[in-house]
Each structure stands twice: as C-alpha cells, then as structure tokens.
C-alpha cells in the first residue's frame, strides 16, 4: 500500500526549475532513501510532503502530492494538521529551550491537550520509541540542552512520534553526529518502520544502504532512478546512478 | 542485535541449511551406492537443483551485503570466507550427484572384495565426518579443528593415490568387472575431491577466525596452529 504519491511535480524558485516532473510511490512501513549531489532537488522534494516550501517566497508547485491518498495542496487542507500527520526531523538537532520532557510534551500542548496522566503516558511512549528512555527517565526535567548531540536528535525524534504522525521526513538525520550516535539513528529507523512510513534524505550512500528499503536517486531536479535499494546498490539501471553510487562524481 | 548483525544471521542460516541439505547428499549417495538403490540416486541428482539454488542464493546475499554495508575486518573477512565456502559446498553437492550418477548407470551392486580392497566404505567415512566437522569448525569458529580437517584429507588422498594400482590388478582377475571398476575409480576420484573441498572451508574457517591466509603454505605451516593472531577484534557472533 502506497503512502505518498506524487504525480509529475514540477517546483520553480522563481526562475529556477528545481523539480522537474517527479512521479514517485512511496509505501507504507518502508524507508524510502533520496539520494544524489548537492543542488539535486531531493531535500526541496522532501519538503513538499509536508509543505515547508510555502514558507519561501517565488515558489510555485504543480502537480499532485498524495499522503494517505489525501491530496496535500489541496484548498480544504490545514497545514497544521498536515505537520501533525507529517513528522520532520532536521539536520542537527534542534531541541526547544525546554526541559527533556516539556520538549516531548510540546507538540501535545500546543494540540490542546491538557491530560497530565495521558501527557505523561505519551512522553514516556514516545521516549522508549526514540530509544532514549533509559538514557533520561531519571533527568526528565533537566534541560534537553544538557543532552549528547545523539540524544538530542533523539529527543527530537521522539519530539516527532508524540504526535503520532503517519510519516516521518528525515533530513540527514546523523550527519552532523558522531558515528556511534549515527549508528543508534540508523538502528532506530529500522524499529521505527514497523509504525510509521520513514522517507529520509541522506549524503551518507552506505546510509542509505544500511536503513532503506527503496532508493530514488536525484539529478538535476530530475528523478533518475527508484527501485528496491539492493537492486540500486548492485545493479543501478541508469549509468548517472552508477556513476553516483560508485563515487565517481558528485 | 543491531541490523547488520540481523543481516549476517539471516546468511549464516541460509548456509546452514546449504551445509545439512548438502550433508544429506553426500549420505544418500552412499546410502544408494551401497543399496544399489536407483531411485534414491536419481533424487540425490533431482535435489542437486536445490543445492544450486541455494548456492545463487547465497551469493546474492553476500553481494547485497557487500553493496549496502560496506564491512570491514571480521566482518569482511566472514563474508568473504562464507563466499567461498559457499561455492565449496556447492562443488561437494556437485561431487554427490556425480556419485549418484555413477549408480544410476551401474547394473547390480559393486562386489564386497571390490568395495574392501578400494577402501571405499572407509573414504566414504572419512569425507563425511570431515564434512560435518568442517560445519563445526565454521559454526564454532574452532581453528584447532580446521587444521585438524587440513591434515585428515591425506587419508582420502593416500586411497585415492593407490586406486589405480588397485583397480589394475583387479581388471585382470576380473575382466567382466571393467566397467564396475571404471565407476569405481570416478567414485573414489570425487571422494578425494571432496576431502580437497572440505580442506579449502577449513582454509576459509582459520582466514575468518584467525585473520591468516594460509592456502598456499605448505602442510607443515598450515596445521603449526600459531595463535599470532595479526588481526583485530572478535569474530562476530554469527
């Protein structure tokens, strides 16, 4: 069963046509990696599934984006609902200024809900999720700035599943962590599959080799090749995707 | 267990089963040498197909490995051993159904003084104990018995190395057995082959284990069992 599905996007940044037709299906309870060089379209694509590129001036989308067959652009869609059914975690790791468990606890809050039992139920759900439970169930109330850079991106994950979305958008989630904290990323995304669709955006190809199930290789706004990840990494059809995975440009 | 773990179970249980259905064939191609049981060797050749499949499959796995997890040290060299001890095992599948295939074209059984003075039972014997054993060094990563296997396979090339001789003298008492004695000597050829396989996986096993590659040394260096171990790390839990 399909989770996005998106029907020849085209995005322009004014002049700049940085998507060029992309048609792609994503499906449910997989990890579905983007790759390719910088400048490539695949964070700029990412970013339609949850509508963060209306937030940028000039820019202009056509086409048809679906997640759970709902068509996200369409007129009755409340981009607040959307970012609670379309989780996005960053980069680096970009806790509020708040405690561990007020971190968590953010997105229910800001949704209305005032139940302390089923906050606290949901904070401690979502913790054991992200795999950071252990680590601070006896420093909740400390600061999430205390935390590692690993844990960090881990309290924003488990920040992300509080609101129980559908999908998580991962933007080179590990790349700025170190390589035992990339590997409890990557670990993670493999439990995390099990509950959500997870599509991630990686510069790291042994990444994308390690947690994803499919693999969409990107080039110049242009979707060159999507399959199962073994077949990309073994047998790419297109001699861009080749070129690419064998480390011989970009 | 993190997901390349998961990964390497998920081969080293493909290799298992490769090595028990193996195992299997090389039994019921004695079992129907010795029966003169024809049905019995045509599915010891029927299953072979199996083996093949297994053999393919293996390789896959090991190359999607390679591809999506880029391994290194134990690791690499576990993959790397298992590739090859793949493709032995699939060669000892191959060596069975050759056996089977002998029986398959043998009218009547061999004769118990043929079968004595070839020592073919004993060869028989001695090739699947050092199959299941070789399973054993690779499972427990036991390098003390790899070098053991290495130098039990002169028993299987010392038969082998007097078969014609034997068989010689026994085409000339017995000129009607000829062709008994030509079936006999290609038997007895890919018994020893299989003792030259199962010394390859032992090479592979002390290559994984001990980080040594001793293929090319000479028997006395392969077996001094050394435990100068140049290499790195545990081997993984497979």
């Keep these: 069963m399909n989770s996005i599905e998106t029907k020849d996007v085209h995005l322009h940044y004014g002049d700049f046509h940085a998507l060029k037709g992309i048609t792609m299906a994503m499906k449910k309870n997989q990890v579905t990696a983007f790759i390719g060089p910088s400048g490539c379209g695949k964070s700029t694509y990412l970013r339609c599934f949850n509508r963060m590129n209306d937030l940028i001036d000039n820019v202009k989308i056509t086409g048809e984006i679906l997640i759970d067959e709902v068509d996200i652009y369409a007129k009755n869609i409340r981009v607040d609902d959307l970012r609670k059914h379309v989780g996005m975690v960053f980069q680096k790791p970009n806790p509020f200024p708040k405690s561990i468990f007020e971190n968590v606890a953010y997105g229910l809050r800001v949704d209305g809900i005032s139940d302390k039992a089923f906050i606290e139920e949901r904070v401690e759900r979502s913790l054991r999720h992200a795999a950071l439970w252990d680590e601070v169930k006896d420093k909740l109330k400390k600061s999430a700035f205390e935390l590692s850079g690993g844990q960090q991106q881990r309290l924003c994950i488990a920040r992300t599943l509080a609101i129980e979305p559908s999908v998580v958008l991962m933007d080179e989630p590990a790349s700025a962590l170190d390589p035992i904290s990339t590997a409890k990323i990557e670990e993670l995304i493999h439990e995390l599959k099990k509950d959500y669709t997870i599509v991630i955006v990686t510069h790291n190809m042994q990444q994308a080799g390690r947690v994803s199930d499919s693999t969409a290789f990107f080039y110049l706004g242009e979707l060159i090749e999507y399959g199962k990840t073994k077949t990309i990494f073994t047998s790419p059809k297109d001699e861009r995707t080749q070129n690419y995975i064998t480390g011989r440009f970009g | ?238």
């Design chain 2, 1 to 238: 267990m993190n997901q390349l773990d998961k990964e390497l179970q998920l081969i080293k249980a493909k290799v298992n089963a490769m090595w028990e259905l193996v195992t299997a064939q090389v039994s019921s191609a004695r079992e129907a040498l010795e029966t003169a049981n024809h049905d019995l060797a045509r599915r010891v050749v029927k299953r072979d197909k199996k083996v093949n499949t297994y053999d393919s499959k293996i390789d896959r796995m090991c190359e999607n490995f390679f591809a999506l997890y880029n391994p290194v040290a134990v690791d690499l060299r576990w993959v790397l051993a298992t590739l090859k001890i793949n493709a032995n095992l699939e060669r000892i599948g191959d060596s069975a159904e050759g056996i089977a295939q002998q029986v398959r074209e043998i009218e009547g059984t061999f004769s118990p003084e043929l079968l004595e003075i070839t020592r073919l039972p004993e060869m028989f014997t001695a090739a699947q104990d050092m199959l299941q054993d070789a399973f054993r060094a690779f499972d427990d990563q036991d390098t003390t018995l790899a070098r053991e296997l290495i130098l039990r396979d002169k028993l299987l090339n010392k038969i082998n190395g007097k078969k014609d001789r034997i068989l010689v003298k026994y085409i000339q008492a017995h000129p009607d057995q000829i062709d008994h004695c030509l079936k006999m000597s290609s038997v007895l050829q890919k018994l020893e082959r299989i003792g030259d396989q199962v010394t390859n996986i032992a090479e592979e096993v002390i290559f994984y284990v001990d980080a040594k590659m001793i293929k090319h040394k000479s028997m006395k260096k392969k077996t001094k069992g050394k435990k100068d171990k140049p290499d790195t790390g545990e081997a993984p839990s497979v």
